[in-house]
């Protein structure tokens, strides 16, 4: 793990300078005016966009061998799917709460 | 026969760390992503929560101390990468000095997020009461925002005690790498945090 050359800074540089502007972004946008949920979905996507920055090249996952990648990548997808369980039943007590509808 | 070959040291039998990676390097991976599952629940439990309460709560106003810590934490990042690359490339004053400078960082982000605790309870917004009602927003806000100043306290602490030994001999490159993934997880969840916490509770 030593042994190998260190990436230059500059790759470092530009990846931090991404990551800036993106949270500012993230802070014009959440000064806009924008409904609830087109607000999550902008905020969600630029999330996605950090994180693929971070751990790619700030925690030099790309650097790995692919079994690991593969490996990280899978779990991470099985957790984002069982958080799925929960969002959906969120936005079901969302709309309940919007069509004055729901369980009887 | 058997025991003649288990007791003598063959070279090619000795097997390898799984995915070709320092054991430790691998064990960090495996604590990120055991708390990947933790702060995920404590954040789509927050947005559940969020979703289905109707008036939940927007206290923030200016959020030019949320802007300043979260720049901190995007900075440190830098500077912990700056000194990993020192460590690896033998400048051992370098990666030292970098890596203070990142636990400073993580310092300062702390009191900033403890002032700004602070200023919430000021407003009388407490872990089960406030001003507007929802009891759950207390308990929602301090717990989330309360586990992630937790991990990055402990960081910067941790970041302290790595660097002291990386100067004393004691702990070499890998370990710094090792560091270098906590602190970049903590920031990434810092990401996080603040969109959902924060930004989509402005003040209207």
Redesign the interface.
Known sequence: ??TAE??G?RK??AV?LC??VI?AL??V???Q?IE?GR??VR?LT??VI??IL??LF???LSA??R??IK??AY??LF??A??NW??T???R??LF?LTKTGPS | MSHAVMGTHVPGMIEESP????SK?LAM?LFI?AD??TF??CL??Y??TR??T?DWPRPFHG?ASV?VM??IM??S??TM??G??AA??GDKAGAFRWTMVTAIGGIVFALLHIREWMLMLDQGAGLFHNPWGIAAFGAAYYVITGFSLLHISVGSIALIIVGIRYKGGRC???DL?VM??YW??V??VW??I???V???N?A?
């Open positions: 793990m030593t260190p990436p800074i470092y540089v931090y990551l800036v949270t993230q802070f946008v959440g000064y005016n609830g607000m999550a905020m630029f999330g950090e994180t971070v751990v700030l925690m030099n790995e061998k079994a690991l490996f990280i779990f991470m957790v984002l069982a958080m929960i969002w039943d969120s936005f007590l969302l709460r | 995915f070709a990676i320092p390097k991976w992503m990947v599952m995920a629940a789509a439990a947005t559940f979703n289905a109707p959020i802007a979260t720049f995007l900075t990042c830098l990468l700056i990993l690359r690896k490339m070499d490159a890998d790498e270098n993934l970049q997880f920031d990434l990401l996080f603040v969109p959902a924060y930004l989509m402005l209207r």
